[in-house]
């Protein structure tokens, strides 16, 4: 597509149920990222998938958190048993492989655990 | 952690002044890029510096970096109502993989 798509726009949720959120990166883009923004406050890194490679999760806060992606396209991130401090903008953008570029980023999640 | 913290938090000019907002980060660098944000949305990409630069311009906006004092500054010059946003550096730091890791960022207003 032209750009990165995220859905739903806003979710909210009651505390304890999972969510899933979606994100479809820019066709042939080879690298996707999730990010998690808090009120006010700076881009968190969650999750990072690479082509084929394995991803670098080393961010995701807690067991609660897990994604996927499939191929090059799509990915879901998925949040079990949410709890209010879960409430943020959860932000996906793509870029390809090289280093030269900047990302892409959809317009996000907002999130909201009641 | 964060990796780039920008100075100040917040920023207020009256239209036509400059601009100018500063990162500092820890480790060393493949390149800094800077971002903009409206209404906590989506981040747009504006510039990327790479380590090997100094200074790069687009547009209004010029962009330094220090590698030797772990710094890069954004200027925006003769600034508009339309640049009320923030404003966040990002850090390629040298490892094996391409992730960007993000400052605080700069609250920017200027006033009609």
């Known amino acids: 597509g032209a750009g990165v798509s995220q859905s739903p726009s806003n979710k909210v949720t009651e505390k304890g149920k999972d969510v899933e959120l979606r994100c479809d990166p820019i066709?042939?883009?080879?690298?996707l990222y999730w990010y998690r923004q808090r009120l006010g406050q700076g881009l968190e890194f969650l999750i990072y998938?690479?082509?084929?490679?394995?991803?670098?999760k080393s961010g995701l806060p807690s067991d609660r958190f897990s994604a996927e992606r499939t191929g090059e396209s799509v990915s879901t991130l998925t949040i079990q048993r949410t709890q209010q401090e879960d409430s943020a903008v959860y932000l996906c953008?793509?870029?390809?492989?090289?280093?030269?570029?900047?990302?892409?980023f959809g317009s996000g999640t907002r999130l909201t655990v009641v | 952690s964060q990796q780039g913290e920008e100075d100040p938090q917040a920023l207020s000019i009256q239209e036509g002044e400059n601009a100018t907002m500063n990162c500092s980060y820890k480790?060393?660098?493949?390149?800094l890029q800077w971002y903009r944000q409206n209404s906590g949305r989506g981040l747009v990409h504006l510039i990327l510096?790479?380590?090997?630069?100094r200074e790069k311009h687009s547009g209004r906006l010029r962009v330094t970096l220090d590698t030797s004092k772990k710094s890069s500054s954004l200027l925006i010059t003769a600034s508009r109502a339309a640049d009320t946003a923030s404003y966040f550096c990002a850090t390629d730091k040298v490892d094996s993989s391409y992730k960007l890791i993000f400052g605080s960022g700069t609250r920017l207003l200027v006033r009609p």
């Open positions: 510096i790479r380590s090997n630069e």
């Open positions: 066709s042939g883009h080879t690298a």
């Open positions: 998938f690479q082509g084929n490679s394995a991803p670098d």
């Open positions: 953008a793509s870029s390809s492989r090289d280093r030269g570029v900047g990302y892409t």
């Open positions: 480790t060393s660098i493949n390149n």
